[in-house]
Protein backbone atom coordinates (compact mmCIF):
# COMPACT_ATOMS: atom_id res chain seq x y z
CA UNK A 1 0.00 0.00 0.00
CA UNK A 2 2.68 2.40 1.41
CA UNK A 3 4.85 1.25 -2.21
CA UNK A 4 1.92 2.34 -4.33
CA UNK A 5 1.71 5.38 -2.48
CA UNK A 6 5.31 6.26 -2.97
CA UNK A 7 4.83 5.12 -6.80
CA UNK A 8 1.85 7.51 -7.19
CA UNK A 9 3.53 10.32 -5.78
CA UNK A 10 6.75 9.54 -7.99
CA UNK A 11 4.31 9.30 -11.11
CA UNK A 12 2.90 12.91 -10.05
CA UNK A 13 6.12 14.59 -9.60
CA UNK A 14 7.17 12.89 -13.34
CA UNK A 15 4.22 14.03 -14.82
CA UNK A 16 3.77 17.68 -12.94
CA UNK A 17 7.70 18.40 -14.18
CA UNK A 18 6.55 17.22 -18.02
CA UNK A 19 3.60 19.46 -17.96
CA UNK A 20 5.77 22.35 -16.38
CA UNK A 21 8.35 22.30 -19.38
CA UNK A 22 7.95 23.85 -21.78
CA UNK A 23 9.82 25.17 -25.36
CA UNK A 24 10.66 28.42 -26.43
CA UNK A 25 10.24 29.63 -30.42
CA UNK A 26 14.31 28.94 -30.63
CA UNK A 27 13.84 25.15 -29.38
CA UNK A 28 14.99 25.45 -25.97
CA UNK A 29 13.36 24.14 -22.74
CA UNK A 30 12.38 26.32 -20.20
CA UNK A 31 10.21 26.22 -17.27
CA UNK A 32 7.01 27.22 -17.07
CA UNK A 33 4.86 26.60 -13.92
CA UNK A 34 2.03 28.94 -14.09
CA UNK A 35 -0.79 28.53 -16.85
CA UNK A 36 -0.77 31.24 -19.57
CA UNK A 37 -4.20 32.47 -18.73
CA UNK A 38 -2.74 33.22 -15.31
CA UNK A 39 0.39 34.87 -16.63
CA UNK A 40 -1.53 37.23 -18.72
CA UNK A 41 -3.93 38.08 -16.21
CA UNK A 42 -0.45 39.02 -14.05
CA UNK A 43 1.38 40.56 -16.69
CA UNK A 44 -2.19 43.10 -16.91
CA UNK A 45 -2.67 43.32 -13.31
CA UNK A 46 0.92 44.87 -13.42
CA UNK A 47 0.54 47.03 -16.50
CA UNK A 48 -2.29 48.89 -14.77
CA UNK A 49 -0.22 49.80 -11.36
CA UNK A 50 2.83 51.03 -13.48
CA UNK A 51 0.09 52.87 -15.33
CA UNK A 52 -1.49 54.53 -12.24
CA UNK A 53 2.15 55.19 -11.09
CA UNK A 54 3.79 56.88 -14.19
CA UNK A 55 2.36 59.52 -16.74
CA UNK A 56 1.91 59.24 -20.04
CA UNK A 57 2.94 60.94 -22.66
CA UNK A 58 0.53 63.78 -24.76
CA UNK A 59 2.67 64.27 -27.51
CA UNK A 60 0.54 62.46 -30.19
CA UNK A 61 3.58 63.08 -32.99
CA UNK A 62 5.39 60.63 -30.90
CA UNK A 63 2.51 58.05 -29.44
CA UNK A 64 1.95 57.81 -33.33
CA UNK A 65 4.90 57.46 -34.20
CA UNK A 66 5.78 54.37 -31.38
CA UNK A 67 2.17 52.81 -32.39
CA UNK A 68 3.38 53.18 -36.11
CA UNK A 69 6.47 50.80 -35.56
CA UNK A 70 4.74 48.44 -33.08
CA UNK A 71 1.76 47.61 -35.61
CA UNK A 72 4.39 47.23 -38.42
CA UNK A 73 6.19 44.55 -35.92
CA UNK A 74 3.10 42.92 -34.54
CA UNK A 75 1.74 41.91 -38.21
CA UNK A 76 4.48 39.81 -37.91
CA UNK A 77 4.40 38.04 -34.43
CA UNK A 78 4.04 34.12 -34.92
CA UNK A 79 0.10 32.42 -34.72
CA UNK A 80 0.44 31.17 -31.43
CA UNK A 81 0.73 35.35 -30.04
CA UNK A 82 -0.83 37.03 -32.11
CA UNK A 83 -4.61 36.85 -30.44
CA UNK A 84 -2.72 38.84 -27.43
CA UNK A 85 -4.29 41.93 -26.63
CA UNK A 86 -1.09 43.80 -27.73
CA UNK A 87 -0.82 47.05 -26.42
CA UNK A 88 2.15 49.80 -26.17
CA UNK A 89 2.10 53.07 -24.20
CA UNK A 90 4.28 55.47 -24.45
CA UNK A 91 5.21 57.01 -21.24
CA UNK A 92 6.62 60.55 -20.24
CA UNK A 93 10.14 59.63 -18.43
CA UNK A 94 13.32 60.36 -19.19
CA UNK A 95 14.28 57.15 -18.19
CA UNK A 96 16.24 55.14 -21.21
CA UNK A 97 13.73 52.22 -21.08
CA UNK A 98 11.12 49.89 -22.58
CA UNK A 99 9.29 46.79 -20.64
CA UNK A 100 7.08 44.24 -21.85
CA UNK A 101 4.93 41.86 -20.12
CA UNK A 102 3.27 38.97 -19.90
CA UNK A 103 -0.30 39.56 -22.13
CA UNK A 104 1.37 41.54 -24.85
CA UNK A 105 1.50 44.82 -22.46
CA UNK A 106 4.70 46.99 -23.16
CA UNK A 107 6.16 50.26 -22.39
CA UNK A 108 8.16 52.63 -24.04
CA UNK A 109 9.50 55.55 -21.97
CA UNK A 110 10.17 59.12 -24.02
CA UNK A 111 14.11 58.81 -23.19
CA UNK A 112 14.67 56.12 -25.04
CA UNK A 113 13.41 57.71 -27.83
CA UNK A 114 16.60 59.79 -27.69
CA UNK A 115 18.98 57.08 -27.89
CA UNK A 116 16.62 55.00 -31.03
CA UNK A 117 17.75 57.42 -33.53
CA UNK A 118 15.16 56.52 -35.94
CA UNK A 119 12.65 53.92 -36.66
CA UNK A 120 14.62 51.17 -37.02
CA UNK A 121 16.30 50.89 -34.11
CA UNK A 122 13.09 51.72 -32.40
CA UNK A 123 11.98 48.58 -33.76
CA UNK A 124 15.34 46.60 -32.69
CA UNK A 125 13.76 47.67 -29.11
CA UNK A 126 10.13 46.83 -29.41
CA UNK A 127 11.17 43.64 -31.19
CA UNK A 128 13.40 42.31 -28.71
CA UNK A 129 10.78 43.21 -25.97
CA UNK A 130 8.32 41.08 -27.76
CA UNK A 131 10.58 38.75 -27.77
CA UNK A 132 10.49 38.39 -23.89
CA UNK A 133 6.70 37.74 -24.34
CA UNK A 134 6.55 35.51 -27.45
CA UNK A 135 9.39 33.09 -25.86
CA UNK A 136 7.49 33.45 -21.94
CA UNK A 137 10.40 34.92 -20.37
CA UNK A 138 8.09 36.23 -17.47
CA UNK A 139 6.88 32.87 -16.51
CA UNK A 140 10.28 31.12 -17.12
CA UNK A 141 11.74 33.78 -14.29
CA UNK A 142 8.36 33.29 -12.18
CA UNK A 143 9.06 29.37 -12.08
CA UNK A 144 12.42 29.97 -11.96
CA UNK A 145 11.73 31.72 -8.72
CA UNK A 146 9.22 29.79 -7.35
CA UNK A 147 11.28 26.42 -7.81
CA UNK A 148 13.84 28.13 -5.68
CA UNK A 149 11.44 28.69 -2.84
CA UNK A 150 10.44 31.94 -3.07
CA UNK A 151 6.94 31.65 -1.65
CA UNK A 152 4.87 33.90 -4.19
CA UNK A 153 1.17 34.91 -3.72
CA UNK A 154 0.92 36.01 -7.32
CA UNK A 155 -1.65 37.98 -8.33
CA UNK A 156 -3.04 39.05 -4.85
CA UNK A 157 -0.21 40.81 -4.28
CA UNK A 158 0.39 42.45 -7.38
CA UNK A 159 -2.83 45.33 -7.02
CA UNK A 160 -2.19 45.80 -3.15
CA UNK A 161 0.30 48.00 -1.39
CA UNK A 162 3.51 48.63 -2.51
CA UNK A 163 5.69 46.39 -0.44
CA UNK A 164 8.87 44.57 -1.10
CA UNK A 165 7.25 41.52 -2.48
CA UNK A 166 5.09 43.29 -4.72
CA UNK A 167 8.02 45.52 -6.24
CA UNK A 168 9.98 41.64 -6.54
CA UNK A 169 7.29 40.13 -8.20
CA UNK A 170 7.29 43.16 -10.92
CA UNK A 171 11.08 42.81 -11.48
CA UNK A 172 10.24 38.84 -11.99
CA UNK A 173 7.88 40.17 -14.42
CA UNK A 174 10.22 42.42 -16.66
CA UNK A 175 9.45 45.63 -14.77
CA UNK A 176 12.82 45.85 -12.58
CA UNK A 177 14.42 49.85 -12.57
CA UNK A 178 10.64 51.03 -12.72
CA UNK A 179 10.28 49.02 -9.48
CA UNK A 180 13.60 49.63 -7.84
CA UNK A 181 14.89 46.19 -8.07
CA UNK A 182 17.21 44.80 -10.47
CA UNK A 183 16.83 41.88 -11.93
CA UNK A 184 18.68 41.45 -14.83
CA UNK A 185 17.24 38.65 -17.42
CA UNK A 186 19.42 35.76 -17.90
CA UNK A 187 22.13 36.03 -20.67
CA UNK A 188 20.41 33.39 -22.29
CA UNK A 189 16.49 35.12 -22.20
CA UNK A 190 18.39 38.19 -23.81
CA UNK A 191 20.04 36.40 -26.42
CA UNK A 192 16.72 34.50 -27.29
CA UNK A 193 14.82 38.12 -27.13
CA UNK A 194 17.41 40.04 -29.22
CA UNK A 195 17.24 37.04 -31.89
CA UNK A 196 13.36 37.17 -32.34
CA UNK A 197 13.53 40.79 -32.21
CA UNK A 198 15.94 40.77 -35.23
CA UNK A 199 13.88 38.30 -37.27
CA UNK A 200 10.44 40.22 -36.54
CA UNK A 201 11.84 43.40 -37.69
CA UNK A 202 13.31 42.48 -40.40
CA UNK A 203 10.45 40.52 -41.76
CA UNK A 204 8.85 43.88 -40.97
CA UNK A 205 10.80 46.10 -43.89
CA UNK A 206 12.95 47.75 -40.59
CA UNK A 207 16.62 47.43 -41.38
CA UNK A 208 18.32 44.72 -39.16
CA UNK A 209 22.01 46.35 -39.02
CA UNK A 210 20.51 48.90 -37.02
CA UNK A 211 20.04 47.14 -33.67
CA UNK A 212 24.02 47.04 -34.02
CA UNK A 213 24.05 50.80 -33.76
CA UNK A 214 21.04 50.76 -31.06
CA UNK A 215 22.99 48.74 -28.74
CA UNK A 216 26.09 51.13 -29.15
CA UNK A 217 24.04 54.05 -28.83
CA UNK A 218 22.77 52.59 -25.69
CA UNK A 219 26.21 51.63 -24.47
CA UNK A 220 27.44 55.16 -25.40
CA UNK A 221 24.67 56.44 -23.45
CA UNK A 222 25.22 55.18 -20.41
CA UNK A 223 28.50 57.37 -20.41
CA UNK A 224 26.63 59.52 -17.75
CA UNK A 225 24.93 56.79 -15.39
CA UNK A 226 23.79 53.76 -16.67
CA UNK A 227 20.35 53.97 -18.64
CA UNK A 228 17.98 51.87 -16.53
CA UNK A 229 17.22 49.75 -19.88
CA UNK A 230 20.98 48.46 -19.48
CA UNK A 231 20.74 47.66 -15.51
CA UNK A 232 18.12 45.12 -16.15
CA UNK A 233 19.43 44.36 -19.99
CA UNK A 234 23.25 43.88 -19.85
CA UNK A 235 24.72 44.86 -23.14
CA UNK A 236 28.29 43.65 -24.02
CA UNK A 237 30.20 42.94 -26.92
CA UNK A 238 28.68 39.46 -26.73
CA UNK A 239 25.51 40.82 -27.95
CA UNK A 240 26.48 42.83 -30.51
CA UNK A 241 28.36 39.59 -31.92
CA UNK A 242 25.79 37.21 -31.49
CA UNK A 243 23.54 39.90 -33.69
CA UNK A 244 26.60 40.05 -36.01
CA UNK A 245 25.95 36.21 -36.30
CA UNK A 246 22.44 36.25 -37.26
CA UNK A 247 22.50 39.06 -39.07
CA UNK A 248 22.97 37.31 -43.18
CA UNK A 249 19.46 35.21 -42.11
CA UNK A 250 18.03 38.81 -41.15
CA UNK A 251 19.46 40.63 -43.91
CA UNK A 252 17.74 38.13 -46.47
CA UNK A 253 14.31 38.26 -44.76
CA UNK A 254 14.65 41.45 -44.90
CA UNK A 255 15.67 42.24 -48.29
CA UNK A 256 12.41 39.93 -48.86
CA UNK A 257 10.45 42.60 -46.73
CA UNK A 258 11.20 45.16 -49.22
CA UNK A 259 10.98 43.01 -52.15
CA UNK A 260 7.40 42.20 -51.09
CA UNK A 261 6.90 46.45 -50.70
CA UNK A 262 7.00 46.47 -46.62
CA UNK A 263 8.39 49.63 -46.38
CA UNK A 264 7.53 51.08 -42.70
CA UNK A 265 7.53 54.91 -42.78
CA UNK A 266 7.36 55.55 -39.25
CA UNK A 267 9.71 58.52 -38.98
ZN1 LIG B 1 15.55 42.08 -22.64
Same mark, same amino acid.
Given at each position: ??? =??????????? !???? !?????????????????TSEMN???????? +??????????????????????DALLA??????????????????????????????????????????????????????????? %?????????????????? +?? !?????????????????????????????????????? %?????????????????????????????????????????????? =?????????? =????????????GRRPQ??
Open positions: MRR =RIIIAFILFLI !VAFI !VACATSPTGRRQLAFFPQMGVAAFE +QIQEETPRSQDQAKIRYVNCVTHVPRSHAGLDWNIVLFDDDAVNAFALPGGKMGVYTGLLRVAENQHQLAAVIGHEIGHVI %AEHGNERMSTAYATGASL +QI !VSVLGGERTAQRDRMMGLLGLGAQFGIILPFSRTQERE %ADIIGLDLMAEAGFNPEESVSLWRNMARASGNGPPEFLSTHPSSDT =RIRDLTQHMP =RARSAYEKALEGCD
